[in-house]
């Protein structure tokens, strides 16, 4: 059983930055692909970003690509979403995702955690 807890949302103004950070647990967290997603009001969940086991592939969303960065300290077992020239649109619960299989597939986990609120104002 892994547990995922997210941190780091909170109220921004457009063009400003966050840091979401995603703490696991498990003895193995070295070899979990890690992934977040988001949920705007009124839409469905949809795929953020991703980052394999060992750190090397990357996804994007298109949306994000250029402005959002995801990376992991194996060390403390987590994951962060590095957000920055933040939009309206970005507006949304964002979660973080583990997948225990080392295979690479970047849209599909086991484990999720509760979400943290991100809200950005124009």
């Known amino acids: 059983q892994v547990q995922l807890v997210e941190s780091g949302g909170g109220l921004v103004q457009a063009g400003g930055s966050l840091r979401l950070s995603c703490a696991a647990s498990?003895?193995?967290?070295?070899?979990?692909?890690m992934g977040w997603f988001r949920r705007a009001p009124g839409k469905e969940r949809e795929f953020v970003a991703a980052l394999s086991w060992s750190g090397a592939v990357t996804k994007y969303a298109e949306s994000v690509k250029g402005r959002f960065t995801i990376s992991r300290d194996n060390a403390k077992n987590t994951v962060y979403l590095q957000m920055n020239s933040l939009k309206p649109e970005d507006t949304a619960v964002y979660y973080c995702?583990?997948?225990?299989?080392?295979?690479?597939?970047?849209?599909?986990?086991?484990?999720w955690g509760q979400g943290t609120q991100v809200t950005v104002s124009s």
């Open positions: 995702a583990a997948r225990t299989d080392t295979r690479w597939a970047p849209l599909l986990y086991d484990y």
């Open positions: 498990g003895r193995t967290f070295s070899r979990y692909s």
